[in-house]
């Protein structure tokens, strides 16, 4: 059974910084894209970022490039997003995905789900 879980969430002022892990099990992590989407109340959900496979080229939405980077460790099954210069505007449940489409991007390319993680920006 696959699982993908989700931690380093939390409270953050403005300009403030989190990492987030996301932890798989029951797949190997190297033959799928990880990537990270949120969902801010009363929005759809976002796809932000993800990892290939294959040669670790990456993804990001125009709301946070150049302030978050994802990287993956395969050795432990685990994908990161560092978020740097957080802004409330941030706020939201972050959730972990994988997919083996190589750097899927569109949500309907994922078939695995984390239960995501609140992160919250404010002062």
């Known amino acids: 059974q696959v699982q993908l879980v989700e931690s380093g969430g939390g409270l953050v002022q403005p300009g403030g910084s989190l990492r987030l892990s996301c932890a798989a099990s029951g797949v190997t992590s190297d033959y799928y894209t990880l990537g990270w989407f949120r969902q801010a109340p009363g929005k759809e959900r976002e796809g932000i970022s993800c990892i290939s496979s294959s040669d670790g080229a990456t993804y990001y939405a125009d709301s946070v490039k150049g302030r978050f980077t994802i990287s993956r460790d395969n050795a432990k099954n685990t994908a990161y997003l560092q978020m740097n210069g957080l802004k409330p505007e941030d706020t939201a449940v972050y959730y972990c995905?994988?997919?083996?489409?190589?750097?899927?991007?569109?949500?309907?390319?994922?078939?695995?789900w984390g239960q995501g993680t609140q992160v919250t920006v404010s002062s």
């Open positions: 995905a994988a997919s083996i489409v190589d750097l899927a991007v569109r949500e309907d390319e994922y078939d695995y």
